[in-house]
């Protein structure tokens, strides 16, 4: 899937992180809710409607500075296009 | 004690409370059972909210609000804030008649993540008729103030035999609604909708029409609206994995406080639920006969017991292995491998073979009461 980089993604209506206090960081969304970890709560994070696409991987190749930039921003699209089709995110 | 060597609880992921049984609607394949819980018998306000943080307690992420028709409860957006407040997500479950936007507001405000609007069909007459009341209109202004607010909307459509031809159209009234999803759940057969089962099963040709229609849909869709469908029971080849397996992911409170595995395991004879008002929700959850009655691989029969799926499937569903057998350890009598699916074969057969009803036939419906 094409992705503009200057779009803002962000979580749909009705899908939320749970609390910073849990435990076990998770994407809550109706009837389902995905574990998150790592580079999965960082993407999720920024899509606040602020960052734009290209932040979001620029950011994350920062903090993931040894692993390719390459690798990272084809990780973060290939997430993002997951997310959208599990219907968990919009692209404004 | 049974169940000395089950395998050890693992924590619920759901919540279904029940606030109440009284409902607007009679649906003619309702999931209460067919004895109703009273309305003076309902849980307080005050022991919903420590069960739901016992449940967060317990690992629980969401709760569905659910009924009857949750609205009828006044106390639902203080309910929904104990929810928040414990950490839960929140779903309301509703048919949407007694809501006006005031009202939807208020649990928007109390935090309300999601609410699932239930729709009997994609016509005003006929989805009446399975609801036994004047309903659908309210439901379209119900799903446009929800479009208002940021909160997740599904749609969800009960098909069956009398409805299913109307698939196109409902797909076209999802598409004008927009929700985030939409489930089109088949009628399962238990409580009122086993009283009306031959009316309700859809016809072999039926079906695979329907699939087609759904798989086109869910591609087309994809990225904007959620499709989400199953194949009904009585034509699949295995059986659901029912509620995920007995007592492993899921809990269901009463409206009068009983706690148990699935909507419909009061059928099931010999169960003893216990009551939320008189034990933790751990103990009930980790400890009790109900529970623990179907836990793990111990009283499995031939050929569940050393059956390759059955860490996928859990043997099926035990209520419909009580109501179509006789026998709620038998395997589920749904899954092909079952020596008891003929009798589910022959009720398709009968189904398959009687002629379509003229449009001007009046069926003969049992319509879900109201409790006391």
């Known amino acids: 899937m094409t992705r503009d980089p200057n779009s803002h993604p962000r979580l749909a209506p009705g899908c939320r992180l749970n609390e910073k206090s849990q435990p076990q960081r998770v994407l809550l969304m109706p ?23 290209a932040q979001i991987i620029a950011e994350l190749q920062k903090i993931y500075s040894k692993a390719q930039p390459q690798k990272v921003e084809e990780d973060i699209l290939g997430y993002l296009a997951l997310l959208q089709k599990e219907r968990a995110l919009d692209f404004e | 004690m049974s ?11 759901a919540f279904i409370a029940e606030l109440t049984h009284r409902c607007p609607l009679h649906c003619v394949y309702c999931s209460n059972p067919l004895e109703l819980d009273r309305r003076s018998r309902e849980l307080s306000t005050a022991t919903w909210s420590r069960v739901l943080r016992e449940a967060a ?8 609000f659910t009924g009857g028709e949750p609205l009828a409860r006044p106390d639902l957006a203080e309910l929904i804030r104990a929810a928040r407040a414990a950490g839960l997500y929140a779903s309301l479950i509703t048919s949407g008649l007694p809501l006006d936007e005031k009202r939807l507001e208020e649990l928007v405000r109390a935090g309300l993540d999601h609410l699932q ?27 446009g103030w929800v479009k208002k607010h940021r909160i997740a909307l599904t ?27 939409v489930e089109f759940a088949h009628v399962q057969y238990y409580g009122w909708a086993f009283a009306n089962r031959e009316r309700l099963l859809p016809t072999r040709r039926q079906l695979d029409r329907s699939l ?5 849909a869910e591609e087309q869709l994809r990225g904007q ?23 492993r992911k899921v809990m269901l409170i009463t409206p009068a406080g009983e706690a148990l595995p699935c909507h419909a395991a009061r059928v099931i004879p010999g169960l003893k639920f216990e009551n939320v008002e008189s034990r933790p929700l751990r103990q009930i959850w980790e400890a009790s006969d109900a ?21 996928q499937d859990f043997g099926g569903c035990r209520c419909q292995a009580l109501l179509v057998v006789g026998d709620s350890s038998a395997t589920d009598p749904v899954c092909s491998l079952s020596p008891r699916r003929n009798v589910i074969d022959a009720i398709l057969a009968e189904t398959n073979a009687a002629p379509p009803l003229p449009p001007s036939a009046k069926i003969e419906w049992l319509y879900r009461s109201n409790p006391a």
């Open chain 1, 31 to 53: 009837e389902r809710a995905l574990r998150l970890s790592g580079p999965s709560l960082e993407i999720i994070e920024r899509c606040d409607g602020r960052h734009t696409v």
């Open chain 2, 3 to 13: 169940g000395m060597s089950n395998p050890p609880a693992s924590n619920p992921l």
């Open chain 2, 57 to 64: 307690e317990l690992g629980v992420l969401q709760v569905d």
């Open chain 2, 117 to 143: 609007l239930s729709f009997q069909g994609a016509r005003e007459e006929s989805a009446n008729e399975f609801a036994g009341a004047d309903a659908h209109a309210q439901k379209l202004r119900v799903a």
């Open chain 2, 155 to 181: 749609l969800n459509f009960v098909i069956h035999r009398q409805n299913l031809d109307q698939l196109e159209d409902m797909l076209e009234l999802t598409k004008s609604i927009a929700p985030s999803r």
């Open chain 2, 212 to 216: 087609e229609i759904l798989k086109a």
């Open chain 2, 225 to 247: 609206i959620r499709v989400e469908y199953v194949v009904p029971d009585y034509y699949a080849k295995y059986p659901k994995a029912c509620m995920g397996g007995w007592g």
């Open chain 2, 291 to 311: 529970f623990q009655k179907f836990r793990g691989e111990d009283w499995m029969q031939e050929p569940c017991r050393s059956c390759d799926r059955r860490a």
